[in-house]
């Protein structure tokens, strides 16, 4: 897929079926009205911010607004042409990377489907580079946003120093399918954050955790 510039200035994965399609539709990057308010609603102007599975910056561009400029966001996109609309549409930044972030330094492939944001990362040297949050030695971290498509447990093992010293706030999508290509479960998920000495919510209260097949959780330190 190619990358276009929208008329109204943003920049999409031209045949993406969902984000770059709704962005175009609703005329704006950060069209998300679902979950993006309430992570806005966590941000304070001057927070360190994580956006792990970036995207072409859907949620980028709304963190970066929200922090201000005193305050920084950090981005990990590993598609090529989604890291390529996220540079443009928020500037080429050394806090964002074309990069998984990973439990260990390693290269992998990335099943890329037209629903590019339900491309998911799989073993073997396909060109992408991944490596540990943690590698980053970031002193101050405020929160973290995970969104990647069942990967979700190697991101928090590969920042578990930075979680500890820094206790940010933590959200995370929870995709029992999706965490099964890891042979990873929700339940594993909620376990590592206790034992991280965090608890975890819903964050629409409506949701059914036990039957809903996705879901987004809030964790936050006990």
Not at 16 to 28: C, F, Q, V, Y
Not at 92 to 106: E, G, I, M, N, Y
């Amino acid at each position: 897929m190619a990358i276009k510039q929208t008329s109204f200035g943003g920049w999409v994965i031209e045949g993406d079926t969902h984000i770059s399609k709704w962005a175009e539709e609703r005329g704006r990057i950060d069209s998300d009205g679902y979950l993006l308010p309430h992570i806005i609603s966590l941000i304070k102007t001057g927070d360190v911010v994580i956006d792990v599975g970036a995207n072409i910056g859907d949620h980028t561009i709304a963190y970066l607004e929200a922090v201000g400029d005193e305050g920084t966001v950090y981005a990990f996109e590993p598609q090529p042409e989604a890291y390529e609309c996220l540079i443009r549409n928020c500037g080429d930044r050394p806090t964002f990377f074309c990069a998984a972030a990973l439990d260990q330094r390693k290269e992998v492939s990335i099943n890329l489907l037209d629903n590019r944001g339900a491309s998911f990362i799989v073993e073997g040297s396909g060109g992408i580079s991944g490596f540990p949050i943690d590698d980053l030695e970031i002193d101050k971290v405020d929160l973290i946003k995970i969104d990647v498509e069942g990967a979700e447990l190697k991101v928090l093992s590969g920042a578990s120093r930075t979680i500890s010293r820094c206790k940010p706030k933590i959200v995370i999508e929870i995709n029992r399918g999706h965490l099964s290509r890891f042979e990873c479960s929700p339940e594993i998920i909620f376990d590592w954050l206790d034992k991280f000495g965090y608890k975890w919510c819903p964050i629409h209260e409506d949701t059914d955790v036990v039957c809903s097949p996705q879901f987004d959780v809030l964790a936050t330190p006990k």
